[in-house]
């Protein structure tokens, strides 16, 4: 790819917008500068495709941003979120309510991991985290033991964009110009050498929980609240857990009397051929984190589901029945419309019997990445379910550079992956088939040929 970043072949996007429109728009993890000058824009999608303003077809590689593994524009959706926008378009959820919040709460109970009970509905994946921590550091004060407020997370993980999940998280790039955040201390990543090129879980790894371990003594137990980690981690490129990496993290949590936290805003709701990471990896948290494809993405909606005994514990602590238990929440909590686009995309992703779809096909879309092997500048390859992160090779004093231009490279073929860091991250919609899985992977490779 050219150095100068003006030379890239203008789609025709940018005539959609006056510059002033494009000006206007702050946008989120995005080079602002670089996109401004030569826009990607999508016009509407459906299917495993988005179409862009100037007409062309692009296969999503992604499911949106890990969001529609349904597939884009589901009628049973769309006609759902028109219905309720129509009859209830806002309801208070503060002392007030509306059935589709209680019916999707049994829903996720249903889908969850048993002895999971309790639903709290937030509007994203980073509220989400930021409300398990304050659940955690309440229930440890109700619980007559107000000193257990630090956190412990994982190098590498990522916990959305608020300042709790900042914290927690382990990514130095989405912290470092924004000062403290939350108390809390990380445990390494579990990227090894020794398991370049593993499919699905390394084999080697699991000893790197025991140091857990030594936080607890460095940090004691009593002032630790809980230990945050997704099962999975997405966004750092795809980082499934080593063998046996989880159970032993829950053992550790319930040595030192810890709370755990899975956050599974991406490994959540099918991606990891079941309905949750934690059932797929046979441990249960404390907590939980859903988003994205609680609603396919159709809709803003989160949801933090708790063991029935730290809502018990919220509920004994109380005071009297008329008084707030947990002083917690937004405007938009359980808001109707996204309520209704969640019962219908669940709806979907049972009837159709999605995440069982995905662990039949999980095999094959593990054999098509691997090919990559081999080819110009890649260094690993990891995946699980229905994800894959590829690392590549730094360029030299810019070392994010190449996969922003393979995206670009894979854009211009008719392709949308997810470039971060070193890595270019695969995650298709729970409906592809094998001949897209298999175009998906040769314009990859294609692209990566194609770089200098």
């Not at 759902?80 to 309510?97: E, I, K, M, N």
């Amino acid at each position: 790819m050219p150095d100068n970043l003006e030379e890239y072949p203008n789609t025709g996007a940018s005539q959609t917008l006056s510059e002033a429109e494009l000006r206007a728009h702050w946008m989120p993890f995005t080079g602002n500068r670089q996109f401004k000058r030569q826009p990607r824009l999508f016009s509407s999608a459906e299917g495993v495709y988005y179409t862009t303003v100037d007409g062309r077809k692009v296969f999503d590689g992604l499911s949106g941003l890990w969001t529609c593994g349904l597939g884009h524009c589901r009628a049973e959706i769309s006609e759902a979120v028109s219905r309720q926008v129509a009859s209830l378009d806002y309801s208070p959820g503060f002392q007030y309510g509306h059935p589709l919040s209680f019916k999707l709460a049994h829903k996720v109970v249903e889908l969850t991991p048993d002895c999971l009970d309790q639903v709290f509905f937030t509007d994203s994946g980073s509220e989400t985290i930021d409300t398990a921590l304050k659940m955690a550091r309440g229930y440890w004060r109700n619980r007559g033991l107000p000193g257990k407020t630090k956190f412990i997370g994982r190098v590498k993980g990522y916990h959305g964009v608020n300042y709790g999940g900042i914290g927690v998280g382990g990514i130095g790039f989405n912290r470092k110009l924004f000062g403290q955040a939350v108390d809390a201390d990380h445990i390494p990543h579990t990227v090894l050498p020794e398991n370049t090129f593993s499919k699905g879980l390394p084999d080697a790894g699991a000893y790197l929980a025991d140091e857990l371990e030594e936080l607890v003594l460095l940090h004691d137990a009593s002032n630790i609240a809980a230990v945050v980690v997704e099962p999975m981690s997405g966004t750092a490129g795809v980082l499934p857990p080593p063998k046996g990496y989880l159970k032993r993290l829950r053992e550790i949590c319930d040595a030192h009397n810890l709370l755990l936290i899975f956050d599974e805003v991406i490994t959540g709701l099918g991606r990891m051929g079941a309905y949750t990471g934690a059932e797929e990896f046979g441990v249960t948290p404390d907590i939980l984190t859903l988003a994205k494809q609680i609603t396919n993405g159709a809709q803003p909606l989160g949801a933090v589901v708790s063991k029935q005994e730290i809502y018990d514990t919220y509920m004994d602590q109380g005071g009297p029945d008329y008084m707030v238990e947990f002083p917690h929440g937004y405007t938009y909590s359980a808001h109707p419309v996204a309520c209704a686009a969640g019962l219908a995309a669940l709806d979907v992703l049972e009837r159709e019997k999605l995440p069982q779809r995905v662990k039949a096909m999980s095999g094959y879309f593990e054999q098509a990445v691997h090919q990559l092997k081999g080819a110009p500048y890649v260094e690993d390859i990891r995946n699980y379910g229905f994800a894959a992160g590829i690392s590549l090779q730094h360029c030299p004093g810019e070392p994010l550079r190449r996969p922003f231009e393979l995206g670009l490279k894979c854009f211009e073929k008719g392709f949308y992956v997810r470039w971060g860091g070193d890595t270019v991250q695969l995650a298709p919609a729970f409906v592809v088939t094998e001949e897209q899985i298999d175009s998906l992977i040769n314009a990859v490779g294609e692209a990566l040929h194609e770089l200098p």
